[in-house]
């Protein structure tokens, strides 16, 4: 591993849409960028046109042996992680309703959007308490996920996402003594392969909305839920 003290920047999900274009911003402002991807052929066809210090790796948040392997390699290539955005999800089940979910892919949402956020920060953020300025978790979430205003739809997703929440409180409070801020985002309803063509925001709308989180000073908030840095009820 080289001596570099350069803030490391790990984004999930990263080969398209919203991850993609945090992970390019973050590269283009001077983290040296992971692309934490399922598939690795995909991730080096989105890194292609990077620019800055942006390297690919292979995660499945799903699997814990890939995400301790993922961990082992952050370790030995970075050393270190300052910031953490958990961008994989899957599954906007507009399909279903409550009382007819298919609960096998209900555990399987969650498996990814919250068990999946959930390993990775359990195997990073011990990469992440080391004394520097900018250490981050932003978990992207979204306000299907609002017990507020929560009706009937993407039962899945909304559970998901509500779970998500409350991953974010407990970390927060946990890793407040180190410094290191966590909070949720909703880019709002973005027209990447999940959100659709009709979602009336773009892919750079919804990531600057989660760069707000990543770029917050490290006097700003902690634990929060935020869409564009305004929050957002619970």
């Known amino acids: 591993m080289a001596d570099d003290t350069r803030a490391v920047a790990v984004v999930t999900g990263a080969n398209r849409g919203i991850g993609r274009q945090v992970a390019a911003q973050l590269a283009a402002e001077g983290h040296r960028t ?42 030995q290539h970075h050393g270190r992680v300052d910031v953490l955005v958990n961008n994989a999800a899957v599954n906007y089940d507009t399909w279903q309703d409550p009382l007819g979910a298919d609960l096998t892919q209900v555990r399987d949402t969650l498996e990814v959007n919250t068990l999946g956020a959930w390993r990775v920060a359990q195997a990073v953020a011990p990469l992440m308490r080391h004394p520097a300025p900018g250490r981050r978790i932003v978990n992207v979430s979204s306000e299907s996920g609002s017990l507020t205003s929560m009706g009937a739809a993407t039962p ?33 309803w973005v027209a990447t392969d999940m959100g659709g063509p009709a979602a009336p925001r773009t892919i750079a709308e919804g990531a600057a909305s989660v760069l707000w989180a990543v770029r917050i000073p490290d006097d700003g908030p902690t634990g929060g839920f935020f869409r564009d840095g305004h929050p957002l009820p619970w």
């Open 156 to 188: 899945a997703y909304a559970m998901s996402k509500a779970a998500l929440n409350a991953l974010t409180r407990l970390l927060a409070a946990q890793l407040a003594p180190d410094g290191i801020l966590v909070n949720s985002v909703c880019p709002g």
């Open 34 to 75: 992971v692309l934490a991807v399922r598939n690795v052929d995909a991730g080096h066809v989105a890194a292609r046109d990077l620019t800055g210090d942006v390297a690919v790796a292979p995660l499945d948040v799903a699997d814990p042996d890939s995400v301790t392997r993922f961990a082992g390699w952050l370790r």
